[in-house]
């Protein structure tokens, strides 16, 4: 589905990521996993049309994003849930909402988008008592969730997540994680970005280990949790939590 | 001279509903992009001068040259965003760049009104005659009604824009954040030229309803604009109702101070009683329809 071909981008001279390549595969859940400064949120910036792109392609279904603008790229079916949520906090949950959909505006009939609306109420109940509020006055995790299903309401085809647990209470994380898992097993292609490597290896199926700038490792996730390279790379980072 | 009170009102109130449909062209401006619009008085000026260009003493009637001027100035508004505000978005200036760079704008359009249409004071006729109308202890000129009326219907317009189309929400989200909303697929460029569009289609059509109860000239933009930005300012900058109301205060005040007080100190009085309004209410009276958390800035 995504091909990511010796991918350059740089933070004018310094390179954040050095010649990177992954593939994820249709209705795949795969991880990035590394250190800080490893490039793991400049991928998903580069993939979603934030930063530009130095060099390299980013091939999705046989087309080469790599010079189309952010604006468009929501509608070949790329969706990101960025770092920090970055929800209109000004606007109301509602507001939000309804701005993820904005790209089907001329294409989706109504009654689809208020199904839609419905169906990320439904996988985030507690945002349902809020839909008036203004998304500032939120928690950190109902941020989270909004920001999640803000980015559901484009009906992504790859869905982008960056740090989805960051800053958040564990049970709030495993709540966000385990509605990503249900949405993962109904069809959705995603590519979770994180910090917490545990948390990333249980979650996803196959995962691709950065760090400064390049894959210094790749495989299943299963497999990934035994490598000694990624036990290296988190040494003295285990219960230190993510910062 | 108190027997005065209730026409220094009124007029108060139609010069206040100008200043008003001024700050709203600065709201708008600011809800899609945070930018402060130091032109935005010239497209008034624009709409009256060009106005009177196209109406050459009747050759065309009014409404038409009025429209061809609202349409003219609106895309003056495009070439401005398109010459001199998309280059300085694209490379992310700061806020304030964009301020002197409107500065420099609003030096250049009245100097090359000056010397394409005339450098003189002219108006043209009122759209419904000028026979007054008495309200009650007051006579009021016909076209007040004007004023009146597109200032409510302008405000009442963009209010449903806002809040309830999502082109106006999409808006927003811009001046809230720009990539997010380029996210969301939102197209940012052709918003923000939407914007400038707005502002100055609007500041144009203030500029042709008033321009039969005043004379215009290449010059007046200046002074709108101040009076524009107090005004949205006291309304709180980006709220549209606020814009209005606020600038109603300043009319009023206006012309009370000057009837009152003195015509010299009029200005003094006005902008002093505003300055303790903004002490006590540091984001004007009311809350802004985007209004930006610490965080986000």
Same mark, same amino acid.
């Given at each position: 589905?995504?091909?990511?071909? *010796?991918?350059?981008?740089?933070?004018?001279?310094?390179?954040?990521?050095? /010649?990177?390549?992954?593939?994820?595969?249709?209705?795949?859940?795969? $991880?990035?996993?590394?250190?800080? /400064?490893?490039?793991?949120?400049?991928?998903?910036?580069?993939?979603?049309?934030?930063?530009?792109?130095?060099?390299?392609?980013?091939? +999705?279904?046989?087309?080469?994003?790599?010079?189309?603008?952010?604006?468009?790229?929501?509608?070949?079916?790329?969706?990101?849930?960025?770092? $920090?949520?970055?929800?209109? /906090?000004?606007?109301?949950?509602?507001?939000?909402?309804?701005?993820?959909?904005?790209?089907?505006?001329? =294409?989706?009939?109504?009654?689809?988008?208020?199904?839609?609306?419905?169906?990320?109420?439904?996988?985030?109940?507690?945002?349902?008592?809020?839909?008036?509020?203004?998304?500032? =006055?939120?928690? /950190?995790?109902?941020?989270?969730?909004?920001?999640?299903?803000?980015?559901?309401?484009?009906?992504?085809?790859?869905?982008?997540?960056?740090?989805?647990?960051?800053?958040?209470?564990?049970?709030?994380?495993? *709540?966000?994680?385990?509605?990503?898992?249900? +949405?993962?097993?109904?069809?959705?292609?995603?590519?979770?970005?994180?910090?917490?490597?545990?948390?990333?290896?249980?979650? =996803?199926?196959?995962?691709?280990?950065?760090?400064?700038?390049?894959?210094?490792?790749?495989?299943?996730?299963? *497999?990934?949790?035994?490598?000694?390279?990624?036990?290296?790379?988190?040494? $003295?980072?285990?219960?230190?939590?993510?910062? | 001279?108190?027997?005065?009170?209730?026409?220094?009102?009124?007029?108060?109130?139609?010069?206040?509903?100008?200043?008003? #449909?001024?700050?709203?062209?600065?709201?708008?401006?600011?809800?899609? @992009?945070?930018?402060?619009? &130091?032109?935005?008085?010239?497209?008034?000026?624009?709409?009256?001068?060009?106005?009177?260009?196209?109406?050459?003493?009747?050759?065309?009637?009014?409404?038409?040259?009025?429209?061809?001027?609202?349409?003219?100035? @609106?895309?003056?508004?495009?070439?401005?965003?398109?010459?001199?505000?998309?280059?300085?978005?694209?490379?992310?200036?700061?806020?304030?760049?964009?301020?002197?760079? #409107?500065?420099?704008?609003?030096?250049?359009?009245?100097?090359?009104?000056?010397?394409?249409?005339?450098?003189?004071?002219?108006?043209?006729?009122?759209?419904?005659?000028?026979?007054?109308?008495?309200?009650?202890?007051?006579?009021?000129?016909?076209?007040?009604?004007?004023?009146? !009326?597109?200032?409510?219907?302008?405000?009442? !317009?963009?209010?449903?824009?806002?809040?309830?189309?999502? @082109?106006?929400?999409?808006?927003?989200?811009?001046?809230?954040?720009?990539?997010?909303?380029?996210?969301? !697929?939102?197209?940012?460029?052709?918003?923000?030229?939407?914007?400038?569009?707005?502002?100055?289609? #609007?500041?144009?059509?203030?500029?042709?309803?008033?321009?039969?109860?005043?004379?215009?000239? &290449?010059?007046?933009?200046?002074?709108?604009?101040?009076?524009?930005?107090?005004?949205?300012?006291? !309304?709180?900058?980006?709220?549209?109702?606020?814009?209005?109301?606020?600038?109603?205060?300043?009319?009023?005040?206006?012309?009370?101070?000057?009837?009152?007080?003195?015509?010299?100190?009029?200005?003094?009085?006005?902008?002093?009683?505003?300055?303790?309004?903004?002490?006590?209410?540091?984001?004007?009276? &009311?809350?802004?329809?985007?209004?930006?958390?610490?965080?986000?800035?």
């Amino acid at each position: 589905m995504l091909a990511v071909e *010796e991918l350059v981008v740089a933070y004018g001279r310094i390179q954040a990521l050095r /010649g990177v390549s992954l593939t994820i595969g249709r209705g795949e859940y795969v $991880g990035v996993i590394g250190p800080n /400064g490893a490039g793991k949120t400049t991928l998903l910036l580069a993939l979603s049309g934030a930063l530009p792109v130095a060099a390299g392609r980013i091939v +999705l279904d046989g087309e080469d994003l790599a010079r189309v603008p952010a604006h468009a790229r929501v509608s070949r079916g790329v969706a990101i849930v960025p770092e $920090g949520r970055e929800v209109f /906090g000004p606007l109301s949950v509602r507001e939000n909402l309804e701005l993820g959909a904005y790209h089907r505006r001329r =294409t989706a009939p109504r009654a689809e988008v208020r199904a839609d609306l419905e169906m990320v109420l439904d996988l985030f109940p507690v945002l349902r008592g809020r839909s008036r509020q203004l998304a500032a =006055t939120l928690s /950190g995790g109902e941020q989270q969730m909004l920001a999640v299903g803000r980015a559901l309401m484009s009906r992504p085809r790859l869905l982008l997540l960056d740090e989805p647990s960051l800053g958040l209470a564990p049970v709030v994380a495993a *709540e966000i994680l385990g509605a990503l898992g249900r +949405l993962h097993a109904q069809g959705l292609t995603c590519l979770l970005v994180e910090q917490d490597a545990t948390l990333a290896l249980q979650a =996803t199926s196959r995962s691709y280990v950065f760090r400064t700038g390049l894959v210094v490792a790749h495989g299943s996730s299963a *497999e990934l949790r035994r490598n000694p390279l990624v036990e290296e790379i988190y040494l $003295g980072r285990a219960g230190s939590g993510a910062c | 001279m108190l027997s005065l009170l209730p026409l220094l009102v009124v007029n108060g109130v139609v010069f206040g509903a100008i200043y008003g #449909l001024n700050a709203v062209g600065f709201s708008v401006m600011y809800n899609a @992009t945070n930018i402060i619009n &130091f032109a935005q008085g010239e497209f008034l000026m624009l709409g009256g001068m060009l106005t009177l260009l196209f109406y050459g003493d009747g050759r065309v009637p009014l409404p038409v040259a009025a429209a061809g001027a609202v349409l003219a100035t @609106t895309l003056i508004g495009l070439l401005i965003e398109r010459a001199a505000i998309r280059p300085l978005w694209r490379r992310r200036a700061k806020d304030w760049t964009y301020i002197f760079m #409107l500065f420099a704008v609003a030096t250049v359009v009245p100097n090359a009104v000056m010397l394409a249409i005339s450098r003189d004071a002219a108006t043209f006729p009122a759209f419904s005659g000028t026979r007054p109308l008495a309200l009650g202890p007051v006579t009021v000129a016909p076209q007040a009604f004007w004023v009146l !009326g597109l200032t409510a219907v302008v405000a009442l !317009g963009l209010y449903g824009f806002f809040t309830h189309t999502l @082109t106006g929400k999409a808006m927003k989200a811009i001046a809230v954040n720009r990539r997010a909303a380029a996210w969301m !697929g939102i197209p940012v460029e052709r918003m923000v030229a939407l914007s400038f569009a707005l502002s100055a289609g #609007l500041g144009a059509l203030a500029g042709v309803v008033v321009t039969p109860l005043i004379t215009t000239q &290449f010059n007046i933009g200046l002074p709108f604009t101040l009076k524009g930005f107090a005004a949205a300012v006291i !309304g709180g900058l980006g709220n549209i109702g606020g814009a209005i109301v606020g600038g109603l205060i300043l009319g009023v005040l206006e012309a009370l101070s000057s009837a009152f007080v003195s015509s010299m100190y009029g200005d003094a009085v006005t902008y002093g009683i505003l300055l303790v309004i903004l002490l006590v209410r540091p984001s004007g009276l &009311f809350r802004p329809l985007v209004e930006l958390t610490e965080e986000e800035i």
